[in-house]
């Protein structure tokens, strides 16, 4: 249960994300917007993003952070609030 500003969440979905490399590294992710809670946000907004940011990572040196991000906002067209860290 979450609590902010006077409101409950009972329930909330949530996106987790596995990232695998070509040479087995992998990692995790999980983001849950609040919708409708805290956050003007939605779950659908964030998957839509994922789902654009996946075809131009792949591929990609994930050893080299700085052109990650470069794909990353370019494909995002500098949409801060979906690809902060």
């Keep these: ?14 996106t ?8 087995e590294l992998e990692g995790w992710g ?9 956050l003007p946000s939605f779950t659908g907004g964030t998957r839509a993003a994922l ?11 994930p050893g080299n952070i700085s052109r990650v991000w470069q794909v990353m906002d370019a494909i995002l067209l500098r949409q801060q609030a979906l690809a902060c860290p």
């Design 1 to 14: 249960m979450y609590h902010v500003r006077g409101r409950t969440a009972t329930t909330q979905l949530s």
């Design 51 to 61: 789902q654009e940011l996946a075809e131009g990572l792949i591929g990609l040196d």
């Design 30 to 38: 999980e983001v849950s917007t609040l919708a409708g809670t805290y």
């Design 16 to 23: 987790l994300v596995r990232l695998v490399t070509d040479n």
